[in-house]
């Protein structure tokens, strides 16, 4: 009878973990850094085919995130706190995230999914949650009707605490979807 009552208790559905977005971000704030190569498709209205890019992106909790493209060209994106940093061509541009509300959206998005801050995403968007923790899907539909009228949704698809996707869609049938391969975590800081 002890034996059936331990195999009936362990696994008994209730009992099991639940997976929500409570859960989902718990464990997107444990990951304090990482370090992923991506490849990323973009649609563009008014070309023939699908520009393309590939490098190394990288992040720090709590608010550092940089990517740098390697192909087809080299040029870095990195925020740091509210401030995005592009370089190009030898050229450096630096700017206030806040200056273009949309852009600081979407970074926040990012951020917010990495570093678990659910009161960041529902700050610009409706979020919905599906499916459990070894494939979620995190949709994103903006909540500001600014935004709204440039992104249709963002969705981001993961593996348990690693980001394996992000497909941007915009209003004007735009999109990009990048795919993201985790590399081995970085080495604590010292």
């Known amino acids: 009878m002890l034996v059936m009552c331990v195999a009936l208790a362990s696994s008994d559905p209730v009992r099991a973990q639940t997976f929500d977005l409570a859960t989902l971000m718990q464990r997107m704030a444990q990951r304090k850094s990482g370090q992923a190569r991506f490849t990323e498709e973009r649609i563009v209205s008014g070309i023939d085919s699908p520009l393309t890019a590939s490098g190394v992106l990288s992040y720090a909790a709590p608010d550092r995130f940089t990517r740098q493209t390697l192909q087809p060209t080299q040029e870095t994106m990195a925020v740091q706190g509210r401030t995005l940093l592009l370089k190009r061509s030898g050229r450096t541009r630096q ?66 605490a690693d980001l394996r996707s992000i497909e941007l869609r915009l209003t004007g049938g735009d999109r990009s979807l990048m795919l993201i391969e985790p590399l081995s975590p970085l080495a604590p800081a010292s």
């Not at 070894?134 to 348990?160: F, M, N, S």
């Open 95 to 160: 700017m206030d995230m806040d200056t273009v509300p949309e852009l600081a959206a979407l970074l926040d998005a990012l951020r917010a999914t990495l570093t678990g801050d659910s009161t960041l995403l529902h700050r610009h968007f409706t979020v919905s949650l599906s499916g459990n923790d070894a494939q979620w899907t995190l949709r994103l539909l903006p909540a500001d009707e600014r935004l709204a009228r440039q992104v249709q949704q963002i969705e981001l698809v993961g593996q348990g």
